[in-house]
């Protein structure tokens, strides 16, 4: 079973920077992409960045291409999201997350495991 535990959330003035970690433990198998999703009171978990197993491969959604970078420490299973000029609507619960090849394409249907979330406020 894996587990993973989301840290580096708080609170950041509009046109900041914040990163955020996420430790995976357990049986990570080859197939196991990691990624970041997130959430704002009252709108749907939306989709962040995807990484694959050997980092070659990264996909981003359309609201934070060009901010946020995804990269991974495949050594201790670790993904950073590197987010630069942060705007109020990045406000949210940032939730890391793994998942097959679907991850890509369909990334919400994807996932397998999620970690429970870590917050990033950006204040104006």
């Known amino acids: 079973q894996v587990h993973l535990a989301e840290s580096g959330g708080g609170v950041v003035h509009v046109g900041g920077s914040l990163r955020l970690a996420c430790v995976a433990s357990?049986?990570?198998?080859?197939?196991?992409?990691m990624g970041w999703f997130r959430q704002a009171p009252g709108k749907e978990r939306e989709f962040v960045a995807v990484?694959?197993?050997?980092?070659?491969?990264?996909k981003y959604g359309d609201s934070v291409k060009d901010r946020f970078t995804i990269l991974r420490e495949s050594e201790d299973n670790t993904v950073y999201l590197q987010m630069n000029n942060l705007k109020p609507e990045d406000t949210a619960t940032y939730y890391c997350?793994?998942?097959?090849?679907?991850?890509?394409?369909?990334?919400?249907?994807?996932?397998?495991?999620w970690g429970k979330g870590t917050l990033v406020t950006v204040s104006s």
């Open positions: 997350a793994t998942g097959g090849a679907l991850f890509f394409s369909v990334p919400r249907l994807a996932v397998n495991t």
């Open positions: 357990g049986h990570l198998g080859p197939n196991n992409n």
């Open positions: 990484i694959s197993w050997s980092g070659a491969s990264t």
